[in-house]
Nanobody, 124 residues
Framework: QVQLVESGGGLVQAGGSLRLSCAAS????????MGWFRQAPGKEREFVAV????????RYADSVKGRFTISRDNAKNTLYLQMNSLKPGDTAVYYC?????????????????WGQGTQVTVSS
């Protein structure tokens, strides 16, 4: 079993920054891609970013490209999401997820473990 626990969410003004963390336990995740997704009120969950097992390859949703950075520390079994220039439209619950492969995609079906989510609220 894998447990994923997100942290770092909170309330921030537009233009501000937050850094989310996702701590994994139960299994070493260095062989798997990892992703971030988010769900805004009244909307479906959407892809935010993904990182490959080695950390060298990343991919972002167009809506966050250039503002968010996904990274990982395999020694600490931890995934990160640095969020800069935040906008009210970024308000959502953010989830980390483990891919079933060494690489990750934007499809939720490719992920088998999910965290409980952390709330990010951006005020205007």
């Amino acid at each position: 079993q894998v447990q994923l626990v997100e942290s770092g969410g909170g309330l921030v003004q537009a233009g501000g920054s937050l850094r989310l963390s996702c701590a994994a336990s139960g299994r070493t995740l260095s062989s798997y891609g990892m992703g971030w997704f988010r769900q805004a009120p009244g909307k479906e969950r959407e892809f935010v970013a993904v990182i490959g097992s080695s950390g060298r390859i990343t991919r972002y949703a167009d809506s966050v490209k250039g503002r968010f950075t996904i990274s990982r520390d395999n020694a600490k079994n931890t995934l990160y999401l640095q969020m800069n220039s935040l906008k009210p439209g970024d308000t959502a619950v953010y989830y980390c997820a483990k891919s079933m492969q060494g690489w990750g995609t934007s499809r939720e079906l490719d992920y088998d473990y999910w965290g409980q989510g952390t709330q990010v609220t951006v005020s205007s």
